[in-house]
């Protein structure tokens, strides 16, 4: 899976404590060898981020992405579930 990252994904990443940076990485990491892993708890998206998926990164962090096509995808967000879904 080849794994591509939006203009905000990057500046929310940056502002991340560096364990939890570190988190993302494992868990990125782990998505693009298989990205159902059960680690992961991948799942669909409903509301505003309809046709969107999200990855459990650590506790109460998750990543958002969207599928570009079968092979790619784009992570477009990343923040605690309070942040993201509001």
Do not use: W
Not at 13 to 38: C, E, G, M, W
Not at 69 to 74: D, I, K, N, Y
């Amino acid at each position: 899976m080849k794994v591509f990252f939006s203009k905000k994904f990057k500046k929310d990443f940056s502002r991340l404590d560096q364990k939890i940076r570190l988190a993302v990485k494992n868990r990125i990491q782990i998505f693009s060898t298989d990205p159902y892993h059960i680690e992961l708890s991948n799942h669909p998206l409903k509301g505003k981020f309809q046709n969107y998926r999200s990855i459990n990164i650590s506790g109460d962090f998750r990543a958002v992405y969207k599928e570009i096509s079968e092979a790619e995808v784009m992570f477009t967000t990343i923040g605690t579930h309070s942040q993201l879904y509001r």
